[in-house]
């Protein structure tokens, strides 16, 4: 049961002074805010220190004697990046947004719009029984539902969090930001292509947390709905539509923000379960974490409660120990992980509105295809084969897809699904390849070591393991990582590998099913292959899946992956790995 307290008063006060300026939005009839886990005494204490960008009035003034300088009171760079510090630059730690300060570097990437057309004019009617702007939802609708949520991503553990998720059958919410930290915009970089259709793909919804992560109380109105309208396009190049849902960076939006949010279409996504990950990601820290996830837990009924949870994917603990914990004990108390929408009881059809008027996005009626298939029942739209249903009902990218013949109803056409070329500056970093996949073998035998679990050691309960805890039997995988973390992906398994608290192998594959495991067999890419620059695989160039960052394994219809519509059924043996 929820209910006010003299707490969580004192608490909101408290989170709305961490923030000069602005005050906290206000609490919307009918919704509560935090107080739920204040009342239980789980609400993380160190409020305060919720890390926030200092909002920068712009001061143009004349430039100081060093040219390479700029800021307020020194002026602006020239074809550049103007650094957190105050210099100008054009490379990653120059550029990277939220810090790089756009009023005086007109190539930060926060500027650079996406390829294509502006989602400016699109219409956006406000459907369903979810307000839209205002003060904002906090809290879930559905007892036993736990809408977990991840801001900042895609980045490079993203991947790896989508296995662990499969492998529980939970959903979640990407709150997603299309060109933070120097990571390389979402819609033009591959692996984050690939990830985001992923999401989609596996009943994940993705959200919108702003394209370059800056404050949005402290933008002016056109930079401010930039912000929105850029992430808009990037989703509308990878997937053919954008998302309604969106969470404020910082979560800051005050009454201009939330009025603006309205007039945009969006439902203003707040939490009411924060357990401070970003804060503790430090393996002698993350156990701060699990303790407040602890004390929401141990008193929650699944039968009246739920939560609103908060955590980021842009951080290694979290993903890497602190998600296996919550999902394990989540399910153990009785609650399922789900989407914002599912939680709220809004109708799947409401989370997206469609980036081109020949788009249909999809119904609860239509699945997103799993085998490049397509018909009045299935939809091409955010699948990982293209988002166009051709004439004779396959999902490409292509005009031979998107041209002539192009079935409307099944996904987008006339070419607009195409992802075209961004003429944004190119980020200097590089984005890790997915470890969910197999490692090439020259064998079809899986060969492994390990150590038995002895009396000397413990199971591990939480996911850590040492030379005194094994993860053999454990629910977190039987790998120990060269980190001391338990798992079954390579990422675990492979290089680095502890064999004296578990099971080793360089051919493992993704991560272990809770009711069962996958042996793989292997096709070894010849000197006559090339590895796949694009996804495509097998055909007239010979192309092989093995060791391409889009996965292993080649599916019937020619395209590079790592789940079982590439791995399984009519999985191309002689371009990649097969289960």
Same mark, same amino acid.
């Given at each position: 049961?929820?209910?006010?307290?003299?707490?969580?008063?004192?608490?909101?006060?408290?989170?709305? !002074?961490?923030?000069?300026?602005?005050?906290? =939005?206000?609490?919307?009839?009918?919704?509560? #805010?935090?107080?739920?886990?204040?009342?239980?005494?789980? %609400?993380?204490?160190?409020?305060?220190?919720?890390?926030?960008? +200092?909002?920068?009035?712009?001061?143009?003034?004349?430039?100081?004697?060093?040219?390479?300088?700029?800021?307020?009171?020194?002026?602006?760079?020239?074809?550049?990046?103007?650094?957190?510090?105050?210099?100008?630059?054009?490379? +990653?730690?120059?550029?990277?947004?939220?810090?790089?300060?756009? +009023?005086?570097?007109?190539?930060? &990437?926060? @500027?650079?719009?996406?390829?294509?057309?502006?989602?400016?004019?699109?219409?956006?009617?406000? /459907?369903?029984?979810?307000?839209?702007?205002?003060?904002?939802?906090?809290?879930?609708?559905?007892?036993?539902?736990?809408?977990?949520?991840?801001?900042?991503?895609?980045?490079?553990?993203? $991947?790896?969090?989508?296995?662990?998720?499969?492998?529980?059958?939970?959903?979640?919410?990407? %709150?997603?930001?299309?060109?933070?930290?120097?990571?390389?915009?979402?819609?033009?970089?591959?692996?984050?292509?690939?990830?985001?259709?992923?999401?989609?793909?596996?009943?994940?919804?993705?959200?919108?947390?702003?394209?370059?992560?800056?404050?949005?109380?402290?933008?002016?109105?056109?930079?401010?709905?930039?912000?929105?309208?850029?992430? +808009? %396009?990037?989703?509308? $190049?990878?997937?053919?539509?954008?998302?309604?849902?969106?969470?404020?960076?910082?979560?800051?939006?005050?009454?201009?923000?939330?009025? @603006?949010?309205?007039?945009?279409?969006?439902?203003?996504?707040?939490?009411?379960?924060?357990?401070?990950?970003?804060?503790? &990601?430090?393996?002698?820290?993350?156990?701060?974490?699990?303790? /407040?996830?602890?004390?929401?837990?141990?008193?929650?009924?699944?039968?009246?409660?739920?939560?609103?949870?908060?955590?980021?994917?842009?951080?290694?603990?979290?993903?890497?120990?602190?998600?296996?914990?919550?999902?394990?004990?989540?399910?153990?108390?009785? #609650?399922?992980?789900?989407?914002?929408? $599912?939680?709220?009881?809004?109708?799947?059809?409401?989370?997206?509105?469609?980036?081109?008027?020949?788009?249909?996005? =999809?119904?609860?009626?239509?699945?997103?295809?799993?085998?490049?298939?397509?018909?009045?029942?299935?939809?091409?739209?955010?699948?990982?084969?293209?988002?166009?249903?051709? /004439?004779?009902?396959? *999902?490409?990218?292509? &005009?031979?897809?998107?041209?002539?013949?192009?079935?409307?109803?099944?996904?987008?056409?006339?070419?607009?699904?195409?992802?075209?070329?961004?003429?944004?500056?190119?980020?200097?970093?590089?984005?890790?390849?997915?470890?969910?996949?197999?490692?090439?073998?020259?064998?079809?035998?899986?060969?492994?070591?390990?150590?038995? !679990?002895?009396?000397?050691?413990?199971?591990?309960?939480?996911?850590?393991?040492?030379?005194?805890?094994?993860?053999?039997?454990?629910?977190?995988?039987?790998?120990?990582?060269?980190?001391?973390? *338990?798992?079954?992906?390579?990422?675990?398994?492979?290089?680095?590998?502890?064999?004296?608290?578990?099971?080793?192998?360089?051919?493992?594959?993704?991560?272990?099913?809770?009711?069962?495991?996958?042996?793989?067999?292997?096709?070894?890419?010849?000197?006559?292959?090339?590895?796949?620059?694009?996804?495509?695989?097998?055909?007239?160039?010979?192309?092989?899946?093995?060791?391409?960052?889009?996965?292993?394994?080649?599916?019937?219809?020619?395209?590079?992956?790592?789940?079982?519509?590439?791995?399984?059924?009519? *999985?191309?043996?002689?371009?990649?790995?097969?289960?």
């Amino acid at each position: 049961m929820k209910s006010v307290s003299l707490l969580a008063t004192v608490a909101l006060a408290s989170l709305s !002074s961490a923030h000069p300026g602005p005050a906290m =939005p206000k609490l919307m009839g009918g919704r509560e #805010f935090l107080q739920t886990i204040k009342g239980r005494n789980a %609400m993380p204490a160190p409020i305060a220190n919720l890390v926030h960008v +200092e909002e920068r009035t712009p001061e143009v003034g004349p430039r100081a004697e060093d040219p390479n300088t700029c800021g307020p009171g020194v002026g602006s760079c020239v074809n550049a990046c103007c650094s957190p510090e105050g210099y100008c630059g054009t490379t +990653e730690e120059y550029c990277a947004a939220p810090d790089c300060q756009f +009023e005086y570097g007109p190539l930060c &990437d926060t @500027l650079q719009a996406p390829s294509g057309a502006s989602t400016a004019n699109i219409a956006r009617p406000h /459907i369903g029984d979810v307000p839209y702007g205002g003060a904002g939802v906090y809290d879930c609708q559905v007892a036993g539902d736990i809408a977990f949520t991840f801001d900042d991503g895609p980045y490079l553990y993203t $991947n790896d969090l989508l296995d662990k998720l499969a492998a529980y059958g939970a959903k979640a919410t990407f %709150m997603i930001t299309g060109n933070n930290l120097g990571k390389g915009a979402i819609d033009t970089t591959p692996e984050y292509v690939t990830v985001i259709k992923r999401m989609i793909a596996e009943g994940h919804q993705v959200a919108s947390h702003t394209w370059g992560h800056q404050n949005l109380t402290s933008l002016d109105p056109t930079t401010f709905k930039n912000q929105m309208y850029y992430n +808009e %396009m990037a989703f509308r $190049n990878i997937l053919g539509y954008f998302p309604t849902y969106m969470r404020p960076p910082y979560s800051e939006c005050n009454d201009t923000c939330g009025d @603006l949010m309205a007039d945009l279409g969006y439902h203003v996504t707040y939490f009411d379960l924060d357990t401070e990950g970003y804060l503790n &990601d430090a393996a002698n820290l993350i156990q701060k974490s699990k303790n /407040i996830w602890d004390a929401a837990i141990a008193t929650a009924n699944p039968a009246t409660d739920n939560y609103l949870e908060i955590e980021h994917d842009i951080h290694y603990q979290t993903v890497y120990n602190l998600t296996d914990y919550i999902l394990a004990s989540m399910y153990s108390h009785g #609650f399922k992980s789900v989407t914002v929408g $599912n939680c709220l009881g809004d109708p799947s059809e409401n989370w997206y509105r469609s980036g081109d008027p020949n788009a249909a996005v =999809p119904t609860p009626s239509q699945q997103v295809s799993d085998d490049g298939s397509c018909n009045a029942d299935i939809t091409c739209l955010g699948s990982i084969y293209g988002n166009c249903c051709s /004439i004779n009902g396959f *999902c490409g990218s292509t &005009d031979a897809y998107c041209g002539t013949g192009c079935q409307p109803g099944s996904g987008t056409c006339s070419g607009s699904s195409t992802t075209s070329t961004s003429t944004a500056k190119a980020s200097t970093s590089t984005a890790k390849a997915s470890t969910s996949t197999a490692k090439a073998s020259t064998s079809t035998t899986k060969t492994s070591t390990s150590a038995q !679990s002895t009396s000397t050691q413990k199971v591990s309960t939480d996911g850590s393991c040492s030379s005194s805890i094994t993860c053999i039997g454990s629910s977190y995988g039987d790998c120990c990582s060269e980190h001391g973390y *338990c798992g079954s992906t390579i990422g675990y398994c492979g290089t680095g590998c502890q064999p004296i608290a578990g099971t080793c192998s360089a051919s493992t594959t993704s991560t272990k099913k809770i009711t069962s495991t996958t042996t793989t067999s292997t096709a070894v890419a010849t000197s006559t292959l090339k590895v796949s620059i694009d996804g495509s695989c097998g055909g007239t160039n010979k192309e092989t899946c093995q060791g391409s960052s889009y996965g292993n394994c080649c599916s019937t219809h020619g395209y590079c992956g790592s789940t079982t519509a590439y791995c399984g059924t009519g *999985c191309q043996k002689g371009f990649g790995t097969c289960t």
